[in-house]
Structures are given as C-alpha cells and as structure tokens.
C-alpha cells in the first residue's frame, strides 16, 4: 500500500490505528453486564452490528437474536443470526428481516432482557416503511437525499418520519422488556438520536420539518410520502412510556479514534493541529479550506518537526455528474486541486467503515507528485471533479485506500502530514 513512500506509510498506521480502537471485539465487553437471568434477545443494526454480535458472544456465550448488517459485513455467530441487506439505499432483504426482528421482540415481557447494538449504516439496514409507504418510496426519498449534498441529521431526520422502526419506534415494539441499546457513534456529535436515525430514542422531530427538508434540498417526493408527510409522521416522543426502561450508551465515537491517531503520530515526533471530529460540508469546500491550512502551516511553520493535520466528522457530495466516488476520494482530489503540486505535503482521507459512499474503496491518499502523475497518465483532474469521478480516478493512478469491510463504524478520518 505505501509503495516504499514513509510517509504514506505513516498516514495508514494512523488510520489503521483509528480503526482498531473502535474495533468491537476489544471495546464491547467492557459494556456489557452480566448476562441476565430470563429471556435475553440481542437485535441490532449497522456495519459494525455483526462484529458486536459475534463481541457479545465471545462474552455471553450463545445467544437468541437476529442483526442486520451490509452486505459483506457479516460474522460468524453462534445463536445470533446475522443477515445481510442493502446499505446506503435499502432492499427487500433489510426490510423483510426487520419485521422479523420487530415480531420478536413483540413478543417480549417485563422480565425479559433485549439489548439493541447500533451502528452507523442503520438507517438503511433497518428498514420498515411506515403504514401507506412502500420500499420504493423510501429507496427513492433516500437516493434523491444522498445526492442532494444534505448534512446527515437532515437526511436521517426525514428517515425517522417515514419509518414504523427508527425514532424510537424498535424500543417502543419491544416494551415492556428491559432494553439496553450499546452505541458505535458515526455522526457529529455522537448524539443517540442520530445514530442509524436513532431506533431506541425517542424523537421531538416533526413532519412539516421533514417536508421542508425535502423542499429545500430540491427532492420531489413520490405522492405517497407528501401525503404521510402532510397527515404528520407520528413520532415516538422521548417522554413516552414505552421508553422507560431504555437505557442508551456510546461506547466508541471518532473522538476517541482521532485522539488514538494523534497520540501515535506524537510519539514518533509528529506536532499534531486537530481540527475537531465533527467537521461537516461539502467535500470540496472543505477540502479548499484545509489546503489553505496546510500551505500557511507550511509557509509559516518555526518548528521543524513534521506536522499533521487531524480531523474527522462526515462530507457530502452534491452530485452533479455520473462518476464514481465518495466523500473522501472527492475530498482527496479536490485537496490536491488547490495545493497544485506542493511540496512537502501528504494526505489520506477514509472512512473507517472501508466504504466510501457506496464504493467498495476506503478513500484515497495524495502526494505532491499527485496531479503531474496524473496528467502524465492522460488524465484530467479537475474534469474528474466535475464528474463526481474521484473513485476511478485514483484507482488509474494506483492511490485508492482498500481496507475491506473494518467491522466498525466511526467516521471519516483526515490526516494531512506536512514537512
């Protein structure tokens, strides 16, 4: 992967470290309670949901219980069952396997025991059309959204109007049994609400908000959710009953991935400027905005040790033409745009699920030499911006970021090393 370049090769040490400590199988057990006596039912959603199942049985032993997770994503388990379903836009298979997972816990009484394990990709995964919507309405809703550039808690807002699981609405199906919902944060600020739309939280939100999402972000709606829209979408207030005996917690988020990267890069003699782990905007304009960072750090920079430019927190694409890429390969190639050639500065940019947007590929990674090897190879970078073709574009040069499915879910990661 670092072609014998060490600084390549010290960018994906730290990614790779702010991978492994949200890894589930080391963070999960120290969470867990006992095993309770009774009947205990595990449920959950997210890409990292397998991994925390397969976490809770390494501890527990086996259990009864059914996870969905992405495609790929999936672990071996001993009593739960893991399916496999359609993640960003949601499928057939994500929506039959979370009626059954409502059904089961529809079954459960007062002195029964459901712990919930969440994680971002959720939203998709758990998938059940509220009464009048059919799949295809949410698919559609959910693909306008995503190509409209729409910060996340906007995107999963309208979710959880059109959804009879997310809001609350999967911890308000198993009352009145004992709930404990255990967290991997991959939004902003990590608040439970928006995390995979938030199925064990109660939600204050409305429909005439999400209508006016949709309005603003420019998505027509299929008649059949303007029409729910307009009826109101039903919430699960966070003060109903149902939720008593629901305790939500955070037990990874990308705060403690980036401090993790950032103590790693110091103790190998690295100045470490971190912009925070909630950064959120177009790929593009942020990328612009950290260039200017780093060509000032450069230019004006007393120390003479290395310095890296740390950050996390979730990117949007706009789409404006029908390439291949995502948030951190867009990201990456917009960055080198506006260094031009640099010297001295490297940069990766992934997300630590290892799939950015719905392409199969991390991220990328950039060198000074990034655009002169590319126009020497006949391509035209900023042509690929346009395109929203940052995928393929760093796949011709070599620079694509491929980890496979990481099992954990907490954000993008930046680093920009400057020397």
């Known amino acids: 992967m670092d072609d014998g370049n060490p600084d390549f090769a010290l960018l994906r040490r730290l990614f790779d470290r702010a991978v492994a400590v949200a890894d589930p199988m080391r963070i999960l057990s120290g969470h867990l309670p ?27 032993g086996p259990c009864e219980g059914l996870v969905i997770t992405r495609y790929g994503h999936g672990r071996p388990c001993q009593g739960i069952e893991i399916v496999e379903a359609g993640h960003p836009v949601p499928d057939a298979a994500g929506v039959a396997a979370t009626r059954r997972m409502l059904d089961l816990v529809a079954g459960l009484g007062p002195d029964d025991f459901a712990l919930a394990l969440i994680s971002g990709g959720g939203s998709a995964l758990l998938c059940a059309p509220a009464a009048g919507l059919t799949l295809a309405d949410k698919q559609a809703v959910a693909q306008d959204l995503l190509a409209s550039g729409a910060p996340i808690s906007e995107v999963n807002g309208v979710r959880k109007q059109l959804s009879a699981v997310k809001g609350g ?59 729910h829209l307009a009826r109101g979408g039903a919430p699960v207030p966070p003060e109903d009953p149902r939720l008593a005996r629901v305790e939500n917690t955070v037990i990874a988020a990308p705060a403690q991935s980036l401090a993790a990267a950032a103590d790693l890069a110091r103790s190998e003699g690295i100045e470490v400027r971190h912009l925070g782990d909630a950064i959120e905007g177009e790929a593009r304009r942020v990328a612009a905005d950290h260039a200017a960072l780093a060509l000032a750090a ?9 310095l890296l ?33 640099a ?36 391509l035209d970078p900023a042509a690929a911006l346009a395109r929203n073709d940052a995928h393929r574009f760093f796949a011709a040069l070599g620079d694509q970021v491929v980890t496979g499915p990481t099992l954990t879910n907490v954000n993008d990661f930046r680093a920009l090393l400057i020397r």
């Open 309 to 341: 430019i740390l950050s996390g927190g979730e990117l949007t694409v706009t789409r404006r033409g029908n390439g291949c890429g995502g948030p951190n390969a867009e990201y990456c190639l917009a960055l080198a745009l506006a260094l031009q050639g």
């Open 34 to 60: 006992a095993k309770p006596p009774g009947r205990v039912v595990v449920i959950g959603a997210g890409k990292a949901s397998a991994r925390m199942a397969e976490a809770v049985e390494a501890a527990w």
């Open 169 to 227: 609405r999967l911890a308000a199906a198993a009352h009145p049994a004992r709930m404990l919902a255990l967290m991997i944060s991959d939004v902003p600020g990590d608040a439970p609400g928006d995390i995979a739309s938030g199925p064990t939280v109660g939600d204050a939100g409305d429909a005439e908000r999400a209508a006016r999402v949709l309005a603003h972000r420019g998505v027509t709606p299929p008649p059949a959710v303007a029409a």
């Open 343 to 378: 010297p001295g500065i490297h940069a990766l940019a992934c997300d630590t699920d290892g799939v950015d947007g719905a392409a199969e590929v991390a991220g990328a990674r950039i060198a000074p030499d990034t655009l002169e090897r590319a126009r020497a190879a006949g």
């Open 298 to 306: 450069r230019r004006d920079r007393a120390s003479a040790r290395p």
